[in-house]
């Protein structure tokens, strides 16, 4: 039996085949678009920013972002349009995360596998001194 859900927009009930939201929500989604196509392929429209479309259009700026960040509008047909950061929420036009966030996080990651690579260190060669006093010892105990 297919999955049966709540559409996560509106609540009702509903098979999940292809679309994770039901058929009403989706007609709904689809005549936004629609909107927002119409209105951006006027070429006075063609560098109107996110803000300006949804001013000019009505339709709810994450739908206008969701479908930059689907590909559903060509970014670069569109070069004001955009989404934001996921992070920060600076606005951008691909990926999940903008350039300074993406720095930042490569360079903590970097950070915390040095100290990993620092404490492994430190381990072994905590490990080499007591192997060394060990074998000392042993020697030590072997000429007696």
Do not use: W
């Amino acid at each position: 039996m297919k999955d049966v859900m709540n559409c996560p927009k509106c609540g009702k009930i509903f098979v999940k085949a292809f679309r994770p939201i039901c058929p009403n929500c989706y007609r709904e989604e689809e005549a936004h678009y629609e909107k927002v196509s119409t209105f951006l392929r006027k070429k006075q429209n063609r560098m109107a920013s996110v803000q300006e479309v949804h001013a000019k259009t009505d339709v709810p700026l994450e739908l206008i972002h969701q479908f930059v960040r689907e590909g559903r509008i060509m970014r670069s047909q569109f070069p004001n349009l955009g989404y934001p950061c996921e992070s920060c929420g600076t606005t951008i036009q691909q990926g999940r995360v903008c350039n300074n966030c993406r720095d930042h996080i490569s360079s903590g990651l970097e950070e915390i596998e040095r100290d990993q690579q620092l404490k492994e260190k430190i381990r072994d060669n905590e490990q080499e001194r007591i192997y060394t006093y060990t074998t000392l010892q042993d020697r030590i105990n072997k000429k007696d």
